[in-house]
T-cell receptor, first 111, second 113 residues
Framework: DVKVTQSSRYLVKRTGEKVFLECVQDMDHENMFWYRQDPGLGLRLIYFSYDVKMKEKGDIPEGYSVSREKKERFSLILESASTNQTSMYLC??????????FGPGTRLTVL | GESVGLHLPTLSVQEGDNSIINCAYSNSASDYFIWYKQESGKGPQFIIDIRSNMDKRQGQRVTVLLNKTVKHLSLQIAATQPGDSAVYFCAEVYGGSQGNLIFGKGTKLSVKP
């Protein structure tokens, strides 16, 4: 079975802190994605990567950056957390053109 | 409980009844569609998919129907069970081999025992 793991289920940070969300997949997938999920807005794509060291902006990249140094790991970085970044963050991975497999999510609260 | 289910259309069914969840998609060039199920506190899980050259696909207790003329997808769940209670999302795949998804807003399915 494909496994996508995220470093934390729940995280509480203060405004202005730098936040790292880590995602690891164990199926050698090329593509990895970061979404945020908010009530009434559904899932929105923040960034994605289709290869090591490659990254592409999604629909809402402002305030975020990403890093993909190894194929299995895709990190989402909040350089200076703000309260409007309180959300559920979901990581996913996929093979070329295939279904996306999701991690369990990280619920981030920024105070 | 999880707030992902707030502000969503809700479908309430009796255990044992059939459920039909509908979804309208936007891009007529999308060639692949997926239904996901998201239970409270978990990430979305794949249920079933369908290619645009098909109009129906069946899985175990689930059937997906695709009407390209009106850009409409439906998910039918037979003999709905309490464990089917979740939020259901349709997604259309675009972007060629990269497989980026456009998600619908979701429908919350509540099953009454």
């Amino acid at each position: 079975d494909v496994k996508v793991t995220q470093s934390s289920r729940y995280l509480v940070k203060r405004t202005g802190e730098k936040v790292f969300l880590e995602c690891v997949q164990d199926m050698d997938h090329e593509n990895m994605f970061w979404y945020r999920q908010d009530p009434g807005l559904g899932l929105r794509l923040i960034y994605f990567s289709y290869d090591v060291k490659m990254k592409e902006k999604g629909d809402i990249p402002e305030g975020y950056s990403v890093s993909r140094e190894k194929k299995e790991r895709f990190s989402l970085i909040l350089e200076s957390a703000s309260t409007n970044q309180t959300s559920m963050y979901l990581c996913a991975s996929s093979l070329w053109g295939g279904e996306q497999f999701f991690g369990p999510g990280t619920r981030l609260t920024v105070l | 409980g999880e707030s992902v289910g707030l502000h969503l259309p809700t479908l309430s069914v009796q255990e044992g009844d059939n459920s039909i969840i509908n979804c309208a998609y936007s891009n007529s060039a999308s060639d692949y569609f997926i239904w996901y199920k998201q239970e409270s506190g978990k990430g979305p899980q794949f249920i079933i998919d369908i290619r645009s050259n098909m109009d129906k696909r069946q899985g175990q207790r689930v059937t997906v129907l695709l009407n390209k003329t009106v850009k409409h997808l439906s998910l039918q769940i037979a003999a709905t069970q309490p464990g089917d209670s979740a939020v259901y999302f349709c997604a259309e795949v675009y972007g060629g081999s990269q497989g980026n998804l456009i998600f619908g807003k979701g429908t919350k399915l509540s099953v009454k025992p």
